[in-house]
Every structure is written in structure tokens, then in C-alpha cells.
């Protein structure tokens, strides 16, 4: 009996032995390669379209020039014309104790009364408003005669003020051209009382001016040329960076935009959508890259020879050159590839997935 205890331990022991020998030999031997054997990823080249924007706002505003001072003293009592109005040689500005201020064209701004006799090129200004309104026969030749003198007194009754023959330095606003449209300042208002001297008008631009503000991190964003849809309540207005500006701001940079061949970013629509006191801020999207469409593949199924050539790898081992058109967010159109043929992928694109078959 203890022969037989004795031989089962031993027994036990050898394979004690076996087993630990067997352990250390497996614990030696260095791991293999876990991608050997693994099954190759592939991608089926398919039609697709790539593209990228941004969204910033969008600054719309009328850059108003300043024209015409106020000559009269006085409480203002009635102003016919609305602000953005389009205003012509004649036509009343506002009164002033119920007397009108007349708008002209003239470089020099009125700055005396004008009477029989008097000379100088104010009066070449008043005498261009009165042949203009079909009261002076006679070219503007500077001196106040008396065909000067009837005309003003027609013009005068034609307001309805004593028609005296003689024009008050408060009676006409001299600005450089005309048509203009025009908004008031804030000192014109029914019930304001004036001194002379006050600027009243200022000049609505043709256009307003469109710029998108870009801090000093949005700066390396966008591309200083490139599309832009404008968002507006009714529509999109298409748009282009014409060129980048530094703002008065530090550090900010001014993107301003331009229409469709130059013109104006919201052409007929501007007065309606664009407030011409008030800043009006619009969606504005940038085309950072532009939507391109052509045989789509992954970013990381293309490498690149010894002169720097793009190519990709079909599944049969063939190296195909290719030019990547377009990019963005980790695929890319190319040229030079058909769809529908089969890639071979790199393993580290493995959980890419992007069409992998």
C-alpha cells in the first residue's frame, strides 16, 4: 500500500514538472504579429461631394456722409421729407417758424442773405436753382440783377413767404450734388429749436457697405477670397469677399463683401432690409471649401511616392496616381480613379468605416 501512495506522488511530481517546464517555454517565446493573417480592409470608390463653411455674422450698414449745414435760427416746425428720401434741386427740407429750407446743388454753402446787386458764386448757385425750376431764362453768370431779383420774387410766392425779392442765408442748403437721399440728424426734429450752424443732412449712399468682423483666432479661418451666402428674411443674397481690412479694433480683421459682378450684395432690396440709422447684422455663410463632387475616397487610403504624387492601392497591389480635387473632414475627391474601383486600405484606418466592403 505505501508502494503504491509512493509511486501516484511521484507521478504527481513529473507532472508538476512537465507543466511548469511547458509554462516557461511559452512565457520565452516572443508574441507574434496580431495583424498577420488579418483580413485586408477595402473600400469601393463611390460618386460623392465634399465641402466645408463657416458661419459668422454678417455687418450691414450705410456709410452717410455729411453735407449740409442748418442757416436758420428758430424753431423747426414741419419736415415733409422722410428719412431715406430721394430729394431733387427745390424741394423742401423742413421749415423753420413755418418758413422752408430749400434744397439746391452748390459747393459753396449759404452763408449770407442775397439780395439786389450782390455777386459771387452762391448767387451762380441760386441762379442755377431757379433756371433749373423754370423761373430764369438767363445763364448763371454770379451777379443778382433784376431778372434775378423777378425770379426769386416768383419763387418766394411759389413757397408761400413774403416775396420780397430777397433770400435769407436760411432759406437754401447747398449740397455738392444732386438727387441725394437723405437722412436728418437727431438735432432736426419737429419742435427743435436751432441757432444756424447745426449739421441737419447727411447722404445715403447708393449702396451699403457689407463686412464680416473677424476676431483675432476667427482670423486664420477663412480664406481672404472666397463665396459667401448672406441669410435675409426673405431669401439668400450670394456674395464674395472682395478684400480684408484691419479694423479700428486690435487685432479684429474686416472682411467686405462684394455682389455678384461688383454690384451691391442686396441689389433693389438694400432700403428695405438694411436699416439706414442702425447697423443690421445678417447669417452670413462662408464657403471655406467649396462643394465638389467626382470619385470619393478616404484621406488615409492615399500615400504618396518618392516625388511627393499622390496615388492609392487597388486590391489587386496596383498603384493608381491620383489628384486630390477637393478635401475635408478625412475624405477627398480625386481625379484619376474610377468609381466603383476596389481600394486597398491601411490597417490604421481600421473603425474609419467610411464605405468599407
Not at 93 to 109: F, K, M, N, S, W
Not at 177 to 194: K, M, Y
Not at 227 to 236: A, F, I, L, N
Request: hydrophobic content about 45%; glycine content about 12%; aromatic content about 6%.
Amino acid at each position: 500500500m505505501r508502494r503504491r501512495v509512493a509511486l501516484w506522488v511521484a507521478v504527481a511530481i513529473v507532472g508538476v514538472g512537465a507543466l511548469g517546464f511547458w509554462a516557461g517555454r511559452r512565457a520565452l517565446v516572443p508574441p507574434g504579429n496580431p495583424l498577420t493573417g488579418a483580413e485586408a480592409l477595402t473600400y469601393t470608390v463611390q460618386e460623392g461631394e465634399v465641402g466645408r463653411s463657416l458661419t459668422f455674422t454678417a455687418v450691414a450698414e450705410w456709410d452717410l456722409t455729411p453735407v449740409g449745414r442748418n442757416g436758420a435760427s428758430g424753431v423747426v416746425t414741419s419736415m415733409p421729407v422722410a428719412v431715406g428720401d430721394a430729394v431733387s434741386a427745390g424741394d423742401v427740407l423742413y421749415t423753420v417758424d413755418l418758413r422752408p429750407v430749400v434744397i439746391a446743388e452748390g459747393a459753396v454753402p449759404a452763408f449770407r442773405d442775397l439780395s439786389l446787386k450782390t455777386d459771387g458764386p452762391d448767387v451762380a448757385q441760386l441762379q442755377g436753382l431757379l433756371v433749373g425750376l423754370g423761373l430764369l431764362s438767363v445763364g448763371p453768370d454770379g451777379v443778382f440783377g433784376r431778372s434775378t431779383r423777378d425770379a426769386v420774387k416768383v419763387w418766394q410766392k411759389s413757397l408761400g413767404v413774403t416775396a420780397d425779392g430777397v433770400v435769407r442765408s436760411g432759406d437754401v442748403l447747398f449740397v455738392p450734388t444732386l438727387p441725394i437721399r437723405v437722412v436728418f440728424s437727431d438735432v432736426l426734429e419737429v419742435g427743435a429749436r436751432l441757432s444756424g450752424g447745426e449739421q441737419v443732412v447727411s447722404v445715403v449712399p447708393d449702396d451699403p457697405t457689407f463686412r464680416i468682423p473677424l476676431s483675432i483666432e476667427q482670423r486664420s479661418l477663412v480664406p481672404l477670397s472666397a463665396d459667401v451666402h448672406v441669410t435675409y428674411p426673405e431669401g439668400v443674397w450670394d456674395a464674395r469677399v472682395d478684400r480684408a481690412v484691419e479694423s479700428a479694433q486690435f487685432g479684429q480683421l474686416d472682411l467686405l463683401l462684394t455682389g455678384a459682378g461688383g454690384r451691391s450684395v442686396c441689389g433693389s432690396e438694400c432700403a428695405r432690409w438694411v436699416d439706414l440709422v442702425d447697423r443690421t447684422d445678417f447669417r452670413a455663410e462662408v464657403v471655406v471649401i467649396p462643394r465638389t463632387s467626382g470619385p470619393l475616397v478616404p484621406v488615409a487610403a492615399i500615400s504618396t511616392d518618392a516625388a511627393n504624387q499622390p496615388f492609392v492601392t487597388t486590391v489587386d497591389g496596383e498603384r493608381v496616381p491620383v489628384t486630390i480635387v477637393a478635401a475635408s473632414q478625412g475624405v477627398a475627391v480625386v481625379d484619376g480613379i474610377d468609381v466603383g474601383t476596389i481600394l486597398q486600405l491601411p490597417f490604421e484606418t481600421t473603425g474609419q468605416g467610411a464605405g468599407s466592403g
